[in-house]
Antibody, heavy 120, light 109 residues
């Protein structure tokens, strides 16, 4: 069964770039799409964006100007970079697998999530 | 932007049926998906493509669609079903391909 694990700094300073990596095990990154989703404390889920194994990306329009998602097939990993962060970006960040090609996209396997706090 | 509307909370006694609704202008043209979210755990997909149940999800979970509203039904609710439930879909144009509802807190009395 496929498993996903997020990793990266738990604390990021305001105005800096948040960087997270998701390592996929139990299956190949090839053939699927891979998403990042976040959840601020006490709030709902927010989709950040996704990437295919070929590198094709789709981003949430509200975050598009600050987001980059890229894939490293040799390491079976994909990564998120979110620039110019503020306290509003403090959240638990999840990586997930998307089995579908057509919209609406959805996720069937999720990582456990990692808390990222934006603070000086 | 595109919005999905869920009730903030639903309460039922064990053994009863819980129904959680989600309204969106793009239904029924777009599929709906439902996730269960427990504190400290990753979301779990419980319904996909309106009414399909992933393997391993109990049969008491079902989904339906009618007009601009979709419904997650949990029959014979158990204490372990207490969680937040999120519907998810996208707008008709594809501009917003993934939108989550605000979530519904299911309380098992």
């Amino acid at each position: 069964q496929v498993q996903l694990q997020e990793s990266g700094p738990g604390l990021v300073k305001p105005s800096e770039t948040l960087s997270l990596t998701c390592t996929v095990s139990g299956g190949s990154i090839s053939g699927y799409y891979w998403s990042w989703i976040r959840q601020p404390a006490g709030k709902g889920l927010e989709w950040i964006g996704r990437i295919s194994f070929t590198g094709s990306t789709n981003y949430n329009p509200s975050l598009k100007s600050r987001v980059i998602i890229f894939v490293d097939m040799s390491k079976n990993q994909f990564s998120l970079e979110l620039s110019s962060v503020t306290a509003a970006d403090t959240a638990v960040y999840y990586c997930a697998r998307d089995p579908g090609v057509a919209t609406p996209y959805y996720s069937d396997y999720w990582g456990q999530g990692t808390l990222v706090t934006v603070s000086s | 932007s595109y919005e999905l509307t869920q009730p903030p909370s639903v309460s039922v006694s064990p053994g009863q049926t819980a129904r959680i609704t989600c309204s969106g202008d793009a239904f029924p043209n777009q599929y709906a998906y439902w996730y269960q979210k427990k504190p400290g755990q990753a979301p779990a997909l419980v319904i996909y493509k309106d009414s399909e149940r992933p393997s391993g999800i109990p049969e008491r979970f079902s989904g339906s669609s009618s007009g601009t509203k979709v419904t997650l039904t949990i029959s014979g609710v158990q204490a372990e079903d207490e969680a937040d439930y999120y519907c998810q879909s996208g707008d008709s144009s594809g501009t917003f391909p993934v939108v989550f509802g605000g979530g519904t807190k299911l309380t098992v009395l």
